[in-house]
Each structure stands twice: as C-alpha cells, then as structure tokens.
C-alpha cells in the first residue's frame, strides 16, 4: 500500500481567507481523490484528480471554491477558498492501490478549523 | 441515485460476535468495500467484495449478495480495540472512471 502524508495535519483560519492543502504519495500514482469529513460524518467525495488534465467534481463541489492541482503522479493539493465556519471538516487525500481490487488508501487527513 | 445504508450505532460485548449490516442502491457497482476507522484517524481498508458469497480475514469476515443489495461486516472474539467506526463503501464505475460513495457509517462500542 502506498504512504500518503499530508500538510498542514491541522489548521485554524478566518473566514474569508484561503488554505492549500497539499497531499505527497511514495509512489506514482493515477488516480488521487479528495474527501471532506464533516465532525460525525462519514466521507463525501470533492474531486477525483489524474495528472495533466482537469479534476472531476462531484454534485455540490466547485472548481472555484475548491481548486485542485495535480502537477506530477506523486503530488495535489486542495484549496479551500474564502472559508466560512461551514467548511470546517477533516479533508483527506486518497489514493488507489495498485491490485486488481482497486482499493484507495487514505492520507492522515488535514483537520481545518473556521472561526 | 446512490443510497447507502448502515446502522448508526451499536454495542457489543468484549468476546462476542458482532455483524453490522449494509444495504445499497446505487448504479454502475464494481465492488463493496469495509473499512474502519479510529477517531480521529484515517479509514483503514478491512475488506473488499465483488462477488456474492463470504471473504474470511481472521476476524473479519465480508458477506455480499448483489442481488439483494446487502452486504455485512463480521467481527468474531471482539476486542476492546474494535470499537470504531466501520463504513461501508461501494465503489461505482462509470466510464473509465471508479469512484467510492460512502454510508454514514456505524460506530460500534465494544464493552468489558
């Protein structure tokens, strides 16, 4: 399985401002997926991202307020854009396994805070 | 559309056998996956089934029923360390592409 890590582990912001959230895997990878937890929540997919080309949003996601890039195999970041106390979750960074199940593996996840 | 179901919460007893249930309606399936996760950490991935039947992984086991919908997640000889949240996960593909959609998750307490 791959090691994700992923910074800042944790953060606390003001509304208005922005943050990049920036995940680095151990190996080349595909696909990488970015999930939002919110505090007693299960996961919600954001965005799938593939190297050199556009990410994919799910229902509810925009590029504007979440902007991704996935510049090489190994590395994204997240953006989260002129927060609001709403967006105060975990955000974690997944990425698939090689076998033939396709598993994702998470990262740590980055705790953000919107005061 | 995509709709998955678990229990919110259970309790079992240190020893015992406990069996947390899944139900989904989705489109495009290409598997169901388990995973657990402590609070505050990362999912850890426990199983994956595609076809219907029983996977067995020592304590864990995965039972999946396509045609029903259903899959269970089965702890054996619980142990104080098993209380978590397990989520339930089926992964979709469309096109080329595959995706997880995730249940709310069941948090499971294991007591003395």
């Known amino acids: ?115 | 559309g995509q709709n998955i179901d678990q229990p919110t919460e259970m309790t079992a007893t240190e020893g015992a056998i406990v069996q947390i249930n899944c139900t989904y309606q989705t489109s495009g399936f290409n598997g169901l996956f388990w995973y657990q996760q402590h609070a505050g950490e990362a999912p850890t991935f426990l199983s994956y089934n595609v076809l219907d039947g029983l996977e067995e992984k020592g304590r864990f086991s995965s039972f999946l029923s396509r045609s029903k919908g259903y899959s269970y997640l089965l702890l054996k000889e619980l142990q104080m360390k098993d209380s978590a949240s397990y989520l339930c996960a089926v992964q979709t593909r469309m096109d080329s592409s595959y995706k997880l959609i995730f249940g709310s998750g069941t948090r499971l307490l294991v007591r003395p």
């Open chain 1, 1 to 115: 399985s791959a090691v994700i890590s992923q910074k800042p582990s944790r953060d606390i912001c003001q509304r208005g401002t922005s943050l990049t959230i920036q995940c680095q895997v151990d190996s080349q990878v595909t696909m990488m997926f970015w999930y939002r937890q919110q505090p007693g929540q299960s996961l919600t997919l954001i965005a799938t991202a593939n190297q050199g080309s556009e990410a994919t949003y799910e229902s509810g996601f925009v590029i504007d307020k979440f902007p991704i890039s996935r510049p090489n195999l190994t590395f994204s970041t997240l953006t989260v854009s002129n927060m609001s106390p709403e967006d105060s979750s975990i955000y974690l960074c997944s990425v698939e396994g090689d076998g033939v199940t396709y598993e994702q593996y998470f990262g740590p996840g980055t705790r953000l805070t919107v005061t």
